[in-house]
């Protein structure tokens, strides 16, 4: 490579069209993209709207506009980038593999380095984003603020009065499908939580921001599975978010500091698991945040080559069968980043038919986006509500149990069940295989639940 090579794909002043110096959006994501339409019906924002500019080969035809000084970073232009639920179904449709994603998520960036938020949004983004999701101690603090309104029974009062309504419908909806708020894993177990048996190796778990407040559960059930098939699992104390909602949000800058700060607290890690399709993804494609950067890249290379869904893992390293008997019929959702962004789809379905009495009922279209996309249900609730309703005439009828590996979707999903007045339960992938395992030890014998 020769130094004028160099110099233009490392220089972090580097410039594109109309785009702003440095982190432009990449030339090779689009070159292939010959417009063919395969990707209009796995577009769920094209699907709803019929719109060209809100469909993947529209968006990508408008970044390259961008790049070529056509069209402006304005208003028109952030409109359909931030419409995309980023939700990649348009890469498993598109035969030349075109990396729509990430192209979304580089322009995003130079749309808020542009057109930064401001007024109250901007001060309602910066406080979560930077101020709470990186921090588990108050992420944590309002979890348990949440939990003591439910348990004073203001909530309850607020319902009854009529004074929740004055939250947006969607909100109310959320909190009333939001678990109980248990004790977050990182202070709920010691750093390293030794195996049940033989140990076979040790693994690192990121126990992930929301995800470790308001499903804890998911984290402790997690644990319980790994610890049982001899996983001796690590939780360091200074890995933190995994950036996810900083990106798609355009905050890129944000993404590369916490992405620094997990690459340096799973440093010892052989293995990273991720039972969250949205941050597993992000954490794998944390070399893209690193591209101006060619050191950095590097150790992003090495690390997101360890990130791996913890049902992927479990999948390709063995697992004990569990015997507790599950007499239910469960049907399975796709999130979309554990799906089509890391080609997930086999593993957990697999998992699921080793727990004896569960029926596995197929779902058409499992891997639609349920409209959950982050936080995308609440910067954009009427289409995520549209999109949510759709998926909601997939699900099979006659289920007792969705499974998903997303807590995003596991939310939406139960927000669409309480829409339509269904009785099925939103599970994650490993409360079931957990429930099954505890079985087996409380009565040493199958039983119906």
Same mark, same amino acid.
């Given at each position: 490579?020769?130094?004028?090579t160099t110099?233009?794909?490392?220089?972090?002043s580097?410039?594109?069209g109309n785009?702003?110096?440095?982190?432009?959006?990449?030339?090779n994501k689009?070159?292939d993209?010959?417009?063919?339409?395969?990707?209009?019906?796995?577009c769920?924002?094209?699907?709803?709207t019929?719109h060209?500019?809100?469909?993947?080969?529209?968006?990508v035809?408008l970044?390259?506009?961008?790049?070529?000084g056509k069209i402006e970073l304005n208003e028109?232009?952030?409109?359909?980038v931030?419409?995309?639920?980023?939700?990649?179904?348009?890469? +498993?449709?598109?035969? #030349?593999?075109v990396q729509v994603g *990430?192209?979304? %998520?580089?322009?995003r960036g130079q749309i @808020?380095r542009?057109?930064?938020l401001?007024?109250?949004r901007g001060?309602?983004s910066?406080f979560?984003?930077?101020g709470v999701?990186?921090?588990p101690?108050?992420?944590?603090?309002?979890g348990g603020?949440l939990?003591?309104?439910?348990?004073?029974?203001?909530?309850?009062?607020a319902r009854?009065?009529g004074?929740?309504k004055v939250?947006?419908?969607?909100l109310e909806?959320?909190e009333r499908?939001t678990?109980e708020?248990?004790?977050?894993?990182?202070?709920?177990f010691?750093?390293v939580?030794p195996?049940?048996?033989e140990?076979?190796?040790?693994v690192g778990?990121?126990?992930?921001?929301?995800?470790?407040?308001?499903f804890?559960?998911?984290?402790?059930?997690?644990?319980?599975?790994?610890?049982?098939?001899?996983?001796?699992?690590?939780v360091p104390?200074?890995? +933190?978010?995994c950036? #996810?909602l900083h990106v798609h949000? *355009?905050?890129? %800058?944000?993404?590369?500091?916490l992405? @620094?700060k997990?690459?340096?607290?799973?440093?010892?890690?052989?293995?990273v698991?991720?039972?969250?399709?949205?941050c597993?993804c992000?954490?794998?494609e944390?070399?893209?945040?690193?591209r101006?950067?060619?050191?950095?890249?590097?150790?992003?290379?090495?690390f997101?080559?360890?990130?791996?869904?913890v049902?992927?893992?479990?999948?390709?390293h063995?697992f004990?069968p569990?015997k507790g008997?599950?007499?239910?019929r469960v049907t399975?959702?796709?999130?979309c980043h554990?799906?089509?962004?890391q080609?997930?789809r086999e593993?957990?379905?697999?998992l699921?038919?080793e727990?004896?009495?569960?029926?596995?009922?197929d779902?058409?279209h499992?891997?639609?986006?349920c409209?959950?996309?982050?936080i995308?249900?609440l910067?954009?609730?009427?289409?995520?509500?549209?999109?949510?309703?759709?998926?909601?005439t997939y699900?099979?009828?006659?289920?007792?149990?969705i499974?998903?590996?997303n807590?995003?979707?596991m939310?939406q999903?139960?927000?669409?069940?309480?829409?339509h007045?269904r009785s099925?339960?939103?599970v994650?992938?490993m409360?079931?295989?957990?429930?099954?395992?505890?079985?087996?030890d409380?009565?040493?014998?199958?039983r119906?639940?």
């Amino acid at each position: 490579m020769n130094i004028a090579t160099t110099e233009t794909a490392t220089s972090p002043s580097r410039s594109l069209g109309n785009y702003l110096a440095g982190d432009v959006p990449d030339e090779n994501k689009w070159a292939d993209c010959v417009h063919c339409g395969l990707c209009l019906e796995a577009c769920p924002t094209y699907l709803e709207t019929g719109h060209e500019h809100q469909s993947p080969r529209g968006r990508v035809h408008l970044i390259k506009s961008v790049a070529d000084g056509k069209i402006e970073l304005n208003e028109s232009f952030m409109d359909p980038v931030f419409t995309c639920l980023d939700c990649r179904a348009c890469e +498993t449709a598109c035969p #030349a593999n075109v990396q729509v994603g *990430g192209l979304i %998520e580089e322009a995003r960036g130079q749309i @808020r380095r542009a057109m930064p938020l401001k007024g109250w949004r901007g001060a309602v983004s910066r406080f979560f984003l930077n101020g709470v999701f990186p921090n588990p101690d108050r992420l944590t603090k309002l979890g348990g603020l949440l939990k003591f309104l439910r348990k004073s029974g203001l909530l309850a009062l607020a319902r009854k009065t009529g004074l929740i309504k004055v939250l947006p419908s969607h909100l109310e909806e959320m909190e009333r499908v939001t678990p109980e708020i248990g004790v977050p894993v990182r202070k709920k177990f010691p750093e390293v939580i030794p195996v049940r048996g033989e140990r076979k190796k040790r693994v690192g778990l990121l126990t992930g921001c929301v995800m470790d407040v308001v499903f804890s559960n998911v984290n402790e059930a997690t644990v319980r599975v790994l610890t049982q098939n001899g996983y001796e699992v690590h939780v360091p104390r200074d890995q +933190t978010c995994c950036g #996810a909602l900083h990106v798609h949000a *355009g905050d890129r %800058e944000s993404g590369r500091k916490l992405a @620094r700060k997990n690459i340096e607290a799973f440093n010892d890690a052989e293995h990273v698991l991720v039972n969250a399709a949205g941050c597993g993804c992000a954490m794998k494609e944390y070399p893209e945040l690193f591209r101006e950067d060619p050191e950095s890249r590097e150790k992003a290379e090495a690390f997101a080559e360890k990130v791996t869904d913890v049902s992927k893992f479990l999948y390709d390293h063995g697992f004990e069968p569990p015997k507790g008997r599950i007499d239910a019929r469960v049907t399975y959702h796709d999130a979309c980043h554990l799906a089509h962004g890391q080609g997930v789809r086999e593993e957990p379905r697999s998992l699921l038919r080793e727990i004896p009495g569960l029926e596995l009922v197929d779902m058409p279209h499992a891997d639609r986006c349920c409209g959950s996309a982050g936080i995308y249900n609440l910067t954009h609730p009427e289409m995520a509500g549209a999109i949510l309703e759709q998926k909601m005439t997939y699900v099979p009828e006659e289920v007792e149990l969705i499974s998903m590996g997303n807590p995003g979707c596991m939310l939406q999903m139960a927000v669409g069940v309480l829409r339509h007045g269904r009785s099925a339960k939103v599970v994650h992938t490993m409360e079931l295989l957990d429930r099954s395992y505890q079985i087996e030890d409380q009565t040493g014998t199958d039983r119906e639940v």
